[in-house]
């Protein structure tokens, strides 16, 4: 793969410190004020129809259905790491191990296909909450393409159907909607960039028209979660 040099860092917010915590085994995040709220994900896997992933692991078995959700999770993070690297300019060294082997080659598809149209980064890994409501971390907040936006990396065992990763899109609504109410930004729209483990690129795209419909599906969410799922 051609030498891509990573987008320039431009530092236009200075983004408050936000912690993560535990609080009875379950992952808060701390603002500023002192205020906890839960994460993103957790809002997000508390309220979801759970039918299709009790069915699946009933037909896999319990514990092939781990060793799988444990392998890509292993992946996902290597993949993760290598392209944080790459993003704040260190040298992205797979070495031997095969996992990290196979990450690496799934960044080189994102880092070909997606960050070269990244204009500027303002927050890498970057912790956003929206007060009184909830928290989370974005995996790259910037300029895509000249419009600010948020972006997040997914990893898959095998390329998706725009139908199945509703959820993906709440979750850039929900980080742009933090972003904007405490940073006074405009930020409508997010993008996910996948890479599956055969190298198969995708790009799921929250455009600005769909803004608002996926905005008020993740407020649903929340209202769901605080109504019935907070104790």
Not at 16 to 30: A, P, T
Not at 123 to 129: C, M, N, T
């Amino acid at each position: 793969m051609e030498q891509l040099t990573p987008p320039p860092y431009v530092e236009r917010y200075q983004y408050h410190s936000v912690k993560q915590i535990n609080l009875e085994g379950k992952r808060l995040y701390e603002a500023p004020d002192g205020t906890k709220t839960p994460s993103v994900t957790t809002i997000l896997s508390k309220t979801k129809d759970m039918t299709h992933l009790i069915a699946w692991k009933k037909r896999v078995g319990e514990q092939e259905a781990q060793r799988i959700t444990t392998e890509a999770a292993g992946v996902g993070t290597a993949m993760h790491n290598n392209l944080e690297r790459f993003l704040i300019g260190e040298e992205r060294k797979p070495g031997n191990n095969l996992v990290h082997v196979q990450a690496n080659k799934m960044a080189d598809e994102i880092i070909k296909n997606a960050l070269c149209d990244v204009d500027e980064i303002w927050g890498i890994e970057q912790a956003l909450y929206y007060p009184e409501m909830y928290s989370g971390t974005t995996d790259l907040v910037g300029v895509y393409k000249g419009k600010p936006a948020i972006m997040d990396f997914k990893q898959t065992n095998k390329p998706k159907k725009k139908e199945w990763v509703e959820d993906y899109f709440m979750q850039l609504a929900a980080y742009a909607l933090a972003h904007n109410a405490v940073y006074g930004t405009t930020i409508n729209e997010g993008h996910v960039f996948m890479c599956s483990r055969n190298c198969e690129y995708q790009q799921f795209d929250l455009e600005p028209s769909e803004f608002e419909h996926w905005s008020n599906e993740w407020l649903k969410r929340v209202e769901d979660y605080y109504t019935n799922h907070h104790f």
